[in-house]
């Protein structure tokens, strides 16, 4: 059995806000939450200063697990996201093969059943091979378990596909994520458009227009055939207006935003480099505004990091030839602490409901609340720590926010009876 002791409990789910005792006994499932709870022999921690609350869910995860596993694979993937807080992850199509079919989904699911305190999910590809053409079994792959489906780094740009797999999803009550960036209109990826650092690399930028276009062709088409569609990673103030009044008008949409697309802005690829490099790339200081808005008032629904691992080597290439993409899981949770909760953007529930809660009720993943019967999947956080990030868990390093000073430290998760503490 685990004690924890004097946490401070804060819970999206429930509203929870106050000191607590949870008891957890040895399945993993909160036995009991009280004032004071006295348990001979039980593995106790005392948590005073600390605040508990549900375990994360990032719903925008590449552990790049089949096929680029000398970047990361779902072991080395699951262990950075416990570091940060996460207990629940969903993994984007994109691996090698593309998983497009029950047979990669099995082997995928097989290997994430080894790992013990993060729950690995994984969405399949919205067409087969991600080659935008036909479109795969939605209904077998949600059998088999696949928590959505996405094309992610790919725009489904034939409007005519994109309506049949908004219908097909619809039918079968599934949830689809899309990647906005129209190729025709894109330009070059990685940086923004007009930017002093697009002109420093000689290259024409990423314009927000083909993202403002793909969103707007999206949404009608959602209104149009009643499919729930995520939009991913917004970057654009005018995407993050046009979800806002889509939602007015009732469409079931939801937006992503992510940790670096609200604290940064395209200054930082003069200063990083290939670190800043991602697609969609970090924009102006209105756009960054927009976003923080947009979290602020609900338009944005969860935050996800977009975990993206790479080589050193191949971010050490020059800008055209470096791949886009940083690393997130380790670092979302302070860097949402410093540039939202302690700028008084969000309050700390506020945060926690877009880390943990919205995800989780768009997902369909229940069972995440601090609540007696529940398996336990906590984090346990400092918000006034300091930190400074030198070295990960992930097997890759790419993030622009490594050596610069954060506020709020994640001091370890507790999955099931199993209790993981982060270096104090």
């Known amino acids: 059995m685990i004690l924890l002791k004097n946490g401070h409990i804060l819970d999206p789910y429930t509203g929870l806000d106050g000191v607590r005792d949870i ?25 005073s200063g600390l605040t508990v609350s549900p375990g994360f869910v990032d719903t925008h995860v590449h552990f790049r697990d089949p096929g680029q596993t000398e970047k990361e694979d779902i072991f080395t993937g699951a262990r950075a996201a416990a570091a940060g807080g996460f207990t629940t992850v969903v993994c984007m199509a994109n691996t090698v093969p593309a998983c497009d079919n029950a047979e990669t989904l099995s082997g995928i699911y097989e290997r994430a059943r080894q790992v013990r305190n993060v729950n690995v999910l994984q969405a399949c590809a919205i067409t087969r091979g991600l080659r935008g053409e036909e479109l795969t079994d939605f209904a077998a792959l949600r059998r088999a378990g696949a928590a959505g489906f996405t094309d992610d780094g790919i725009n489904l740009t034939n409007p005519v596909l994109a309506r049949r797999a908004m219908e097909e999803a619809a039918r079968c009550g599934v949830l689809l994520s899309f990647h906005e960036e129209d190729p025709a209109l894109l330009g070059s990826p990685g940086v923004n458009a007009g930017s002093q650092a697009a002109q420093k690399l000689g290259v024409p930028g990423a314009d927000p227009r083909s993202e403002e276009i793909m969103v707007e062709r999206d949404l009608a088409l959602a209104r149009e055939t009643g499919a729930r569609v995520v939009f991913q990673h917004i970057s654009s103030g005018r995407s993050v207006e046009l979800i806002r009044q889509a939602k007015a008008a009732g469409a079931a949409v939801y937006c992503e935003a992510t940790p670096h697309h609200f604290s940064l802005t395209q200054d930082a690829v003069l200063i990083h480099g290939t670190y800043a490099r991602m697609n969609p790339p970090l924009r102006t200081e209105r756009d960054r505004q927009a976003i923080v808005d947009g979290l602020a008032d609900g338009t944005i629904d969860m935050i996800a990091t977009d975990h993206a691992p790479h080589t050193a080597a191949e971010k050490a290439r020059e800008w055209g030839k470096a791949p886009s993409g940083i690393i997130g899981l380790e670092t979302a949770f302070s860097v949402g602490c410093t540039w939202l909760v302690r700028t008084g953007k969000l309050g700390k529930m506020q945060l926690l409901e877009k880390m943990s809660r919205s995800p989780a009720q768009i997902y369909g993943l229940t069972g995440k609340s601090i609540a007696e019967g529940n398996h336990a999947e906590l984090v346990l956080l400092d918000w006034e720590r ?9 097997k890759a390093s790419n993030s622009p926010y490594t050596g610069k000073p954060l506020t709020g430290k994640v001091c370890g998760t507790v999955f099931g009876a199993m209790a993981t503490w982060n270096a104090r």
């Not at 300091?386 to 992930?394: G, I, L, P």
């Open 23 to 47: 008891l957890i006994d040895n399945t993993g499932v909160i036995a009991r939450i009280a004032p004071e709870i006295d348990a001979p022999g039980a593995e106790t921690a005392d948590l």
């Open 386 to 394: 300091e930190v400074v990030y030198t070295a990960y868990q992930s």
